[in-house]
């Protein structure tokens, strides 16, 4: 019932480093059984976890919460300084992946009046492949998308639908929700990748997800994120003058111009980006 959208940019892999654009719309929906019964347009599906990361979720927004929740619990167990960083945060991913399944589990057995004995236990249960369905198309639409660095400041940005997780580098960029597929085919249109420049990327990002607005459940309004190694997070929310400009310029010609150190000067003082 959303888009999510990060894409890792200005990437430099001999010194192993560079930025996050991440973007989502702020549609949020309340489900009731799986089934959307309200929505509100000034919600949020990005939320701050420990130790600078930051994470983009799809899913129904009181099932959002718990989840983040989950998550953020997992990561404040480990310290930002480990090493370890990258294999201790996708550990903590994969307890939040096992927590979504036997929750959506628990919740489909309810529903359908099974036990979990029966369901285990019952190899004539007649419902079995009906809750075993339900249980699939409810877990994985939870869609998490984690950005962060390590403690020597490399990027980090993996993805997980709670069956399988990924980790990306290049081409650098992952979308979740039901705008998922306009939002990676308007990327690939603009041949997106990790070592485009930040602003360049950040246009690429806000396009992509205005395409995705094909899709009914993609609200039209946007929270974006810029992040930076050892700097504070940056709200690049707004349209501001230089983006209004860039669309009359560029929209859908070449931005190519985007990756020139001009671009970097007037995209950090519309948005009062200190570097």
């Known amino acids: 019932m959303t888009v999510t959208i990060t894409a890792l940019c200005g990437a430099d892999p001999k010194t192993q480093t560079g930025s996050f654009i991440m973007c989502a719309d702020t549609l949020v929906t309340f489900c009731s059984s799986g089934v959307p019964v ?3 347009q000034d919600g949020t599906k990005i939320y701050d976890l420990p130790h600078g990361f930051y994470v983009a979720i799809a899913d129904d927004i009181s099932r959002s919460h718990q989840v983040v929740s989950h998550l953020y619990k997992e990561m404040e167990q480990f310290d930002a300084a480990d090493p370890r960083i990258l294999d201790l945060t996708k550990l903590a991913i994969d307890r939040t992946a096992e927590y979504v399944r036997i929750w959506m589990r628990r919740e489909v057995l309810a529903e359908y009046g099974v036990s979990l004995t029966e369901f285990l236990e019952a190899p004539q249960l007649a419902v079995r492949s009906e809750v075993a369905n339900e249980i699939k198309t409810r877990v994985i639409s939870t869609q998490l998308t984690i950005a962060g660095f390590g403690y020597k400041g490399n990027p980090i940005l993996l993805f997980t639908d709670c069956v399988n997780t990924q980790e990306q580098t290049n081409p650098g960029f992952f979308c979740g929700g039901a705008g998922m597929g306009a939002a990676l085919d308007w990327l690939n249109f603009r041949e997106q990748k990790c070592f485009l420049s930040l602003p360049r990327t950040f246009y690429h990002v806000r396009e992509a997800k205005q395409y995705a607005e094909v899709s009914p459940v993609v609200g039209g309004r946007n929270h974006t994120l810029l992040l930076r ?4 997070m940056v709200n690049v929310s707004d349209v501001r003058p230089i983006l209004q400009e860039w669309v009359n310029h560029m929209y859908p010609r070449e931005t190519v111009a985007l990756d020139k150190p001009s671009a970097w000067d007037r ?5 009062t980006i200190v570097d």
């Open 38 to 40: 309200s929505g509100n």
């Open 229 to 232: 190694h050892g700097k504070p």
């Open 267 to 271: 995209f950090a003082a519309d948005y």
